[in-house]
């Protein structure tokens, strides 16, 4: 799976958008990106997915490049319950064998009042 | 449904104990993974399982795992050791099926431990 790089931190103003942004210059052309998020304490928790068109759901929109070598996730208005971890994963569809995702460190985000 | 739930939440053990770390899911999920995760390194898979009855490891040291039934994965750790010292991360998710192409891995709330 192709690697990923997050800035390790970012702040955010409490109403405005969020834009945690997403290297992944050795993405293959099969491999999905997904996005996580780990508030403290819990578990991380799915936000989003996609391949190469822009994805929304009630959580956040994601933004693939044309190239597919960067993306970034945008939390319309971001609330103090988004202060949280959050993961960029690029990974490929796979079989039943080897579900797993590979977490890295992640960019941890402040919102901040 | 309770989703994944792990106990317990907190724990103490002394070098050399052992231990089962508790992890079920009443979503029918096939697949089962436990990640460990320390401070700043994200996490990292230990053990996984595809169905009830199978079993495989990504970490070999320390850790055993059973998969009797679909709904329960305990972790054991067999001699522990202060580098076990870590949050434990239990998650489940569908096993993929023809025609999906990805799947949401659904994550319990974790076991924080730790070896003396």
């Known amino acids: 799976d192709a690697k990923t790089t997050q800035p390790t931190s970012m702040d955010c103003a409490e109403g405005r958008a969020a834009n945690l942004p997403c290297n992944h210059s050795?993405?293959?052309?099969?491999?999905?990106v997904y996005w996580y998020r780990q508030i403290h304490s819990q578990g991380p928790q799915y936000i989003i997915h996609g391949l190469k068109n822009n994805e929304t759901n009630e959580m956040a929109s994601l933004i693939i490049t044309e190239d597919r070598k960067s993306s970034t996730l945008i939390l319309p208005h971001a609330t103090l319950r988004d202060t949280a971890v959050y993961y960029c994963?690029?990974?490929?569809?796979?079989?039943?064998?080897?579900?797993?995702?590979?977490f890295g460190p992640g960019t941890r985000l402040s919102v901040l009042p | 449904n309770a989703g994944v739930t792990q106990t317990p939440k907190f724990h103490i053990l002394k070098t050399g104990q052992s231990m089962t770390l508790q992890c079920a899911q009443d979503m029918n999920h096939g697949y089962m993974s436990w990640y460990r995760q320390d401070p700043g390194m994200g996490l990292r898979l230990i053990y996984y399982s595809a169905a009830a009855g199978t079993t495989d490891k990504e970490v070999p040291n320390g850790y055993n795992v059973s998969r009797l039934n679909t709904e329960d994965f305990p972790l054991r750790l067999v001699s522990a050791a202060p580098s076990q010292t870590s949050v434990y991360l239990c998650?489940?998710?569908?096993?993929?099926?023809?025609?999906?192409?990805?799947?949401?891995?659904?994550f319990g709330p974790g076991t924080r431990l730790t070896v003396l």
């Open positions: 998650a489940s998710s569908y096993p993929l099926a023809g025609g999906l192409k990805y799947n949401e891995q659904f």
């Open positions: 994963i690029v990974r490929a569809y796979r079989d039943n064998y080897g579900q797993n995702f590979v």
């Open positions: 050795t993405i293959s052309g099969n491999e999905y």
